[in-house]
Structure formats: structure tokens, C-alpha cells
């Protein structure tokens, strides 16, 4: 199995930029697709982003293309998610996930326990 556990959170205004961090346990990180999904206060929790094991392909929710970008180091057993051009909109908390394939209906297997992202404006 693999422990998640997701940083670099915080508060910034509407345009600005955030990059999170999720660092994840074990020796089998690049056996894992990843994913970021987020929820809002009274909302469902959303798909947000995914990266396939090699970092060959990724996909992202329309929301967020164009803005968003997953990344990940499998030396470092880590995912990123920079997140430029901020709006008020994507205040939410962000779990990272991992499971076998990646996409927005897949079974993510291992979740983190969340980092708050708040945008002002």
C-alpha cells in the first residue's frame, strides 16, 4: 500500500499562483496512477487532475485546463500540482489519490487527508 500526505495549502488572492505537494510512502510510488480532486464546503468532491505511472499522459478537469498542471517525480516519490491563475471558484480542499490507472472515473485506491486551498478576491 502507499501512505499520501498532501502540503503547500494556503490562502492567496484571485490571479495568484500555489503549487501542491503530495509525498507519498513506499517503494512501489511509480506502479501508481495519481490524481488530485477537490471539494468544496456543500459540494461533491470533484475531479480535478491525474498523471499515469510513467508521467506520459495527463488529464484534467475543464474547470482547470489551461491553468492547472500535475507533474510527478517518481525519484521523489512526489505529485504536484501547480495552480496559476487562481479564482475565487477553486477554494477547496485538495486530496491527493492513488490507484492503477488514472482518469476521472477511476477507483482511486489511497486517499491523503486534505490541504486547503482558499482564493480571495
Known amino acids: 500500500q502507499v501512505q499520501l500526505v498532501e502540503s503547500g495549502g494556503g490562502l492567496v488572492q484571485a490571479g495568484g499562483s500555489l503549487r501542491l505537494s503530495c509525498a507519498a510512502s513506499g517503494r512501489t510510488f511509480s506502479n501508481y496512477a495519481m490524481g488530485w480532486f477537490r471539494q468544496a464546503p456543500g459540494k461533491e468532491r470533484e475531479f480535478a487532475a491525474a498523471?499515469?505511472?510513467?508521467?506520459?499522459?495527463?488529464y484534467y478537469a475543464d474547470s482547470v485546463k489551461g491553468r492547472f498542471t500535475i507533474s510527478r517525480d517518481n525519484a521523489k516519490n512526489t505529485v504536484y500540482l501547480q495552480m496559476n491563475s487562481l479564482k475565487p471558484e477553486d477554494t477547496a480542499v485538495y486530496y491527493c489519490a492513488a490507484g492503477f490507472a488514472a482518469g476521472p472515473t477511476v477507483l482511486y485506491n489511497y486517499w491523503g487527508q486534505g490541504t486547503q486551498v482558499t482564493v480571495s478576491s
Open positions: 498523471i499515469t505511472q510513467s508521467g506520459m499522459t495527463t
